[in-house]
Structure formats: C-alpha cells, structure tokens
C-alpha cells in the first residue's frame, strides 16, 4: 500500500430488530436478527485477518443509530459512529465520510455488514489499492449493487446508494475528476437479502441462527 494515511472501513448496520424483512419467508423476526449479528461479527473477523499484513494504518468503524449494534460494536472493539438517525444509508454514509475526515482518515472504504462469505484475501487486496493517483475502487454485488466503496477524503462527491449503485458511483467518481477502478471480487459479490442468497452462506452461519431460537 502506498502513501501513509491511515484509512477507516466504515460497516453500516441497522438495527437488528429490523433487518433482514425479505428473508421473512425464511425466518423468523429473532432468527433474522441473529443471522444479521452473525455476519456483522464474520465480517468483523475476516477484517481484521486482512488487515493484519498491510503496512497501513485500517481502523474498524461501525456505521448505526442501534443501542444494540452500538453494545456489540463497542465489544468487538471497534469504533461507533452514530448516524443519527439519517433518512437514507447514503446520508448515513456521508455523515461517516465526513467523520473520518475530520479525524484524520485519508481514505474511507464502505463496506457492509452481511456479505455471505468474505475471503480476508479479497478483503486485502481491497484495503491495499492505492489512491494516490485519484482513483475510487467500487466492487460490484451481483445485482449491479455496491458492495465495496473506497474513496479519498475529503469525500469527492455524493454517494448514491440503491439499486444499481454501481453504475451510479462509477459516474459520480468520473463527474469528481477521479479513476474509477472497478474490482469485481467474487467473495464480495453476495450479500445477503432474499431467501436465494442464504444459498451462499457458510453452513455453520444459518445453523447457529436456527438452533437459538429451536425452542
């Protein structure tokens, strides 16, 4: 990794109680709220695997208005910032970027918190792109999502997350005079939101979520 600035990965989370509502064919309201604790820990894990070998300074952030994600954050030892309540995961997002900004990140990478099987290589290989030359790195989910963002800070532009995000952010990053660097890593294509992609979990993740609440 070139350059020094430290950089922050920000994980946005909403609270449990209210996750995961396409998966309710699935599960129940308690087991989509274990299974979306589950990942957030998982992605906390693999993180902190990839950060181990990089020269760079990368801080954990979680991104949230949640007491209770607030509590399991603060556990894992990673930083919160409070949304506040944002109308929109942009706007939270945003609130983040500029956060880090003023706490003297030179780079932010967004990434979230219930992707079904991040490999810490991947994971690496992201958090390890230079910016320097004016780049933002986008990695796209399969529906065209984003699923990784990393920009520079000050926050170059506006971030325009829903459907199709992608294309969105590739624009906006062009529109702000940077290179965007599209990176179309397979573990991070797949976060989980319908009932299809717990087809992609690790066995283990979907098995603990049943067993809590078997009673």
């Given at each position: ?61 979680a ?8 509590d ?5 030892g ?48 992201l ?8 780049t ?80």
């Amino acid at each position: 990794m070139s350059g020094t600035a430290k950089r922050l990965v920000a994980i946005p989370m909403k609270d449990p109680r209210d996750a995961k509502t396409r998966l309710g064919l699935a599960l129940s309201p308690e087991q989509r709220g274990d299974l979306a604790l589950i990942l957030f820990r998982a992605t906390v894990t693999r993180l902190r695997e990839a950060v181990e070998g990089l020269e760079c300074q990368v801080d954990l952030a979680a991104v949230s208005a949640s007491p209770i994600i607030r509590d399991v954050a603060e556990t894992l030892g990673l930083t919160v910032i409070d949304d506040g309540g944002a109308p929109s995961l942009s706007l939270a997002l945003e609130a983040a970027a500029d956060w880090a900004a003023r706490h003297g990140y030179g780079a932010l990478c967004i990434l979230p918190g219930d992707l079904a099987d991040p490999d810490p290589v991947d994971l690496a290989w992201l958090l390890d792109h230079p910016l320097e030359g004016g780049t933002a790195v986008i990695c796209p989910a399969k529906d065209l999502g984003t699923n990784a963002l990393m920009v520079p800070l000050p926050r170059p532009f506006a971030f325009a997350y829903g459907a199709k995000s992608t294309i969105r952010h590739r624009r906006a990053a062009e529109a702000a005079g940077l290179t965007p660097v599209m990176m179309p890593l397979g573990s991070l294509r797949v976060d989980v939101d319908t009932v299809e992609d717990l087809h992609h979990l690790p066995s283990g993740h979907l098995r603990r979520t049943r067993q809590e609440h078997a009673q």
